[in-house]
């Protein structure tokens, strides 16, 4: 495929659109990462965060990042320099485009590292590890995997190898098909996990632990947990719902695919909620065990199911699908930008980058294992500090770079004509990225660090 073809492609229709970016925004994220940051966070008060980043910041910075694709047509770093100098302004607001660039590269480098797991455990379900599991049991499976460096590279470089070949391909064929069928089945079997919480015994626990916030637990890290986790779920502040914004036709409503997207994203994760809290209460468990919960919880629960293992199989898969749509996205900023920058071929691009993005994920293989207790900064391990630095600080700072160029650099007539809407809807959402969005990001930062 040539450069050109690259960024002048479109999607065949807006619900393709819709489902790439669905696609892209529900991963690992919604069941993997929100499950675990709840609980380590105090729950219900870090879902009531969460959901006003969501709303208040996700949706208005979500609107504003497929504006930019959708008008710069570009890779994000090519959009943000195109759009500046077209409106007379400095072009080191490509800057933000690389950014997001550097943001996706680390974030992919141990989203394939954790998807590896999900990987591993298709087969572990499949060869019926988990039937009559005891949390012993399933502790033990995690355990023994992550402390093993050579299990978690053979899985690291699979995952990396199935990126690789959809994007090399380019993107439409690929995502667009593989999307349309396994969201609905992700969804089905949530909704059946679900409704087997619902019988732990738990759920009533559960379903406070999630949405009946206790505010004592809102501490100094709670806010930057919950914006760092709103910006991860949605894909924003790095470049991936732009560059798919760069594919959309010109007369789709920005306002009603962002909706769509942000409440079946949402819809994912709180039923990734209500399908684990229950039956941690229900054990009597712990909710603090971070990276590993789903890990540990879930095959617990299909293991003692009556077809247990299959539905295992079955949702590890659909896990699987999910993390590979979202890291498609979290690479093709880069690869759109080698692309048109440097006259490689779509393919070379493509395998350039995931070799790049593999080696940085040897990193975090060793995080689970030989170098856990190395502290690299701030106390934190590569993989903790990489994640925190990715999510809580990257994104929210490309999401406020990105609010900041559509709203006071961008003119105002090419966002309403991107936007579409009329009246005080616009002015309202104008309002949210011009001062509540940037002020919002500030003042958790300054939060963070002790200032306010
Ligand atoms: N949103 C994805 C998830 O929740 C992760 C992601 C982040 C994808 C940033 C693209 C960009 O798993």
């Known amino acids: ?39 380590e966070n105090g729950g219900g008060a870090f879902v009531l965060v969460y959901l006003l980043c969501i709303a208040l910041i996700g949706l208005p910075v979500m609107m504003a990042e497929i504006a930019i694709g959708r ?28 950014l997001g660039v550097i ?28 039937e009559g599991a005891a949390l012993e049991d399933t502790r033990a499976i995690f355990g023994e995997l992550v402390a093993n460096p050579a299990a978690l590279l053979f899985w690291h470089t699979v995952f990396m190898l199935m990126v690789g070949i959809v994007v090399a391909r380019g993107v439409q064929s690929g995502i667009e098909r593989a999307v349309r069928i396994l969201m609905p089945a992700l969804l ?21 632990f999630l949405f009946a916030p206790d505010f004592s637990r809102i501490g100094p890290g709670t806010f930057l947990a919950a914006m760092g986790q709103a910006f991860f779920t949605l894909s924003l502040g790095m470049g991936a719902i732009m560059v798919y914004g760069s594919y959309l036709e010109s007369h789709a409503s920005i306002p009603r695919t962002a909706g ?37 919880i879930i095959p617990l629960a299909f293991g003692s199911m009556p077809w247990g293992s299959f539905f295992a199989t079955l949702f590890f898969v659909l896990l699987v699908f999910a993390a590979w749509t979202s890291a498609i996205s979290l690479i093709e900023p880069l690869v759109a930008y080698f692309s048109e920058n440097r006259a490689w071929s779509r393919r070379f691009s493509a ?20 170098a856990a207790d190395v502290e690299l900064f701030f106390g934190m391990n590569w993989f903790a500090f990489i994640d925190f630095a990715t999510n809580n600080v990257m994104l929210p700072l490309g999401g406020l770079l990105i609010a900041m160029f559509v709203a006071w650099v961008l003119p105002k007539a090419v966002v309403m004509e991107e936007i579409g809407l009329g009246g005080a809807k616009f002015t309202l959402w104008y309002t949210l990225i011009r001062f509540i969005t940037p002020i919002g990001v500030v003042a958790v930062f300054l939060n963070a660090i002790g200032v306010i």
Not at 21 to 35: C, D, E, K, Q
Not at 271 to 294: D, K, M, N, T, W
């Open 103 to 130: 943001a996706g590269f680390f974030i992919l480098s141990f989203y394939s590292v954790v998807a590896g797991w999900a990987l591993a455990y298709v087969i572990e379900a499949a060869r019926g590890a988990f």
């Open 260 to 296: 769509v997207i942000v409440v079946m994203d949402t819809a994912v994760a709180l039923l990734a909620g209500l399908a684990i809290f229950p039956l941690i209460f229900a054990l009597g468990l712990e909710v603090e065990s971070g990276p590993a919960l789903v890990f540990e």
């Open 351 to 370: 395998w350039t980058a995931v070799t790049a993005i593999w080696l940085a994920g040897l990193g975090s293989v060793v995080s689970f294992n030989v």
């Open 188 to 208: 089905l079997l949530l909704v059946a996990l679900v409704l087997y919480a619902m019988n732990s015994g738990g759920f009533a626990e559960g379903l406070a």
């Open 1 to 39: 495929m040539s450069a050109e073809s690259t960024y002048h492609t479109q999607w065949t229709t807006r619900w393709a659109f819709i489902l790439a970016a669905t696609g892209s925004a529900v991963g690992l994220g919604n069941i993997w990462r929100f499950p675990y940051m709840a609980g």
């Open 71 to 98: 008008r710069g047509r570009q890779s994000p770093i090519n959009s943000f320099r195109t759009l500046a100098r077209l409106g007379g302004h400095w072009v080191g607001w490509r800057f933000a485009g690389w």
